[in-house]
Nanobody
């Protein structure tokens, strides 16, 4: 079985910074893309940032220039450094990873349990 465990959420004032971490563990053969999504109250879950196994990154327009996604392949971990946080960044943040558990199996999406980020004005 595969688990994604997130950490690093919390309460921060506007303009502050937080770093989220997400570690994948379990029966992992390889990991393709890893990313972060968020869901604010009453809104749909949206992509925040993603990174492929080749290191290519993608960001939502709303976070470009403020957030940085990175990954440590040796640790099966993805990070999200969030700077210049705004109240509108308040949401539950979810880690996502496309993981192959066997060399012959297609990749499957796995999700973390979510970590709450609250930005006060």
């Amino acid at each position: 079985q595969v688990q994604l465990v997130e950490s690093g959420g919390g309460l921060v004032q506007a303009g502050g910074s937080l770093r989220l971490s997400c570690a994948a563990s379990g029966s992992i053969f390889s990991i393709n893309a890893m990313g972060w999504y968020r869901q604010a109250p009453g809104k749909q879950r949206e992509l925040v940032a993603s990174t492929g196994s080749d290191g290519i990154t993608n960001y939502a327009d709303s976070v470009k220039g403020r957030f940085t996604i990175s990954r440590d392949n040796a640790k099966n971990t993805v990070y999200l450094l969030m700077n210049s946080l705004k109240p509108e960044d308040t949401a539950d943040y979810y880690c996502n990873a496309e993981i192959n558990t066997k060399w012959y199996s297609p990749a499957t999406d796995y999700w973390g349990q979510g970590t709450r980020v609250t930005v006060s004005s």
